[in-house]
Structure formats: structure tokens, C-alpha cells
């Protein structure tokens, strides 16, 4: 019974390029969403998405950020031109419904800009 | 604004018992969620409290006030892998989904 799959755990690049992390919600969530922690700082609401929905992308940065979660496959966030301020932990959570049950998170991406 | 408070770190004996303080305050409450995070891994789910009062959980208890804008997390027992931070989180009103988190209570355990 696999639990919320994120990948790469580790992701590098250089300032410029383009990053892209992958969740795989658990089986059976329909709902996903996604998280930033920057270093000493606490988790961050970006996005929340059902499939081929955005839902709430009232945490997303207006510019260089976007995300999708597609009727087939993983939901992707995508950080286009990274600058060193991206350098981060994004962590990825699932949830049956959009209701109140508990969010359940993955492994997370640290993402580090040379 | 919107704004979750806790203790920055704690520090505890192993077999004791430990309170983890938060408040809260923000714009709609649809419930508090706890959650503990170990060094470099996922937030793991804790509790949940929606009304006043406590939950109990084996080890682990919740309780909330909300009049108060106020939760604690209890833990008994402890051990030296409760050596991890607790994070509070509240959900807002809506169906907007976003948990509003505070900064986590790094707690260390010792012999």
C-alpha cells in the first residue's frame, strides 16, 4: 500500500533552468497538494488540485511557477528560470476527499540552485 | 492575517511527559491538525481536533479550545524517537484545502 511517491528526492540546477517534481498521490486520492519549506521556516501552502482541476493556487508565486495534476499520471509542479531563492524542500500530500480528513505527505524534493 | 504560534525548540527526559503549546489565529477554523516530522522525512499525521475538547490517541493526546484559539499536543512516554518536530496546523473555512502551518516545536528527547 504505497504512500504518497515523490520524485527525485534530490533535484539540482542551475539558475536559469527549469525544475520539475513529480508527486504520486496514494491510491484512491483524488485531491492533492503541494507544500514549500524553506530552510528554519515552516511548511507553506502553493497549490491545491483535483485531477485536471486547480482548485487553489492562492500560495503559487504570480510568475516562473505552475502546476498540473492531468487526468493520467502525476501531478507536476513546474519552477521555470530557478533563481537561488527557489532552493527548497517541496513536499507533495494526498487526500481522499477535499473534506477534513488528515492530508498525508511524502518524502519531498529538496531542490538546490547553483 | 493569519498567524499559528508554537514554541521554537523543547526539551524533555525520556519517560516524561511533554505539552506542546498553539495558538492561533485565523481567518475561518475548519479544524487543527497535528503532525510530527523527523529530520529530512514527510510530515506523518498525528491528530485531528474540529470541537472543544480532547482527543486521546494511545501515547499521543490532542486537545483544542477554540474560544481560546488554542490546541495542545500531550505526549507520555517518551522516547527517545519522539526526537522530532511537531508541527500545528489549522485548516480555514472553505473549500479551499490549505493548511496553515506554524514553524514546528523541534523536541529533543534525552536519556
Known amino acids: 500500500n504505497a504512500g504518497v511517491m515523490q520524485n527525485p528526492r534530490h533535484l539540482v540546477r542551475r539558475r536559469g533552468q527549469e525544475a520539475r517534481l513529480r508527486c504520486s498521490p496514494m491510491?484512491?486520492?483524488?485531491?492533492v497538494y503541494w507544500y514549500r519549506q524553506l530552510p528554519e521556516e515552516g511548511l507553506k501552502f502553493m497549490v491545491y488540485l483535483q485531477k485536471e482541476n486547480i482548485i487553489d493556487e492562492s500560495g503559487m508565486p504570480k510568475e516562473r511557477f505552475s502546476a498540473e495534476f492531468p487526468k493520467e499520471g502525476p501531478s507536476i509542479l513546474r519552477i521555470q528560470q530557478v533563481v537561488r531563492g527557489d532552493s527548497a524542500a517541496y513536499f507533495c500530500?494526498?487526500?481522499?476527499?477535499?473534506?477534513?480528513?488528515?492530508?498525508?505527505f511524502g518524502d519531498g524534493t529538496r531542490l538546490s540552485i547553483l | 492575517g493569519q498567524n499559528i504560534d508554537q514554541p521554537t525548540e523543547m526539551t524533555a527526559t525520556e519517560g516524561a511527559i511533554v505539552q506542546i503549546n498553539c495558538t492561533y489565529q485565523t481567518s475561518g477554523f475548519n479544524g487543527l491538525f497535528w503532525y510530527q516530522q523527523h529530520a529530512g522525512e514527510a510530515p506523518t499525521f498525528l491528530s485531528y481536533?474540529?470541537?472543544?475538547g480532547l482527543e486521546e490517541k494511545g501515547r499521543f493526546s490532542s486537545f483544542l479550545s477554540r474560544s481560546k484559539g488554542y490546541s495542545y499536543l500531550l505526549l507520555k512516554e517518551l522516547q527517545m524517537k519522539d526526537s522530532a518536530s511537531y508541527l500545528c496546523?489549522?485548516?480555514?473555512?472553505?473549500?479551499?484545502?490549505?493548511?496553515?502551518f506554524g514553524q514546528g516545536t523541534t523536541l529533543q528527547v534525552k536519556p
Open positions: 500530500a494526498s487526500s481522499p476527499s477535499g473534506g477534513n480528513q488528515p492530508q498525508h
Open positions: 496546523a489549522v485548516k480555514g473555512s472553505g473549500n479551499t484545502g490549505k493548511l496553515i
Open positions: 481536533n474540529v470541537l472543544d
Open positions: 491510491k484512491g486520492h483524488s485531491h
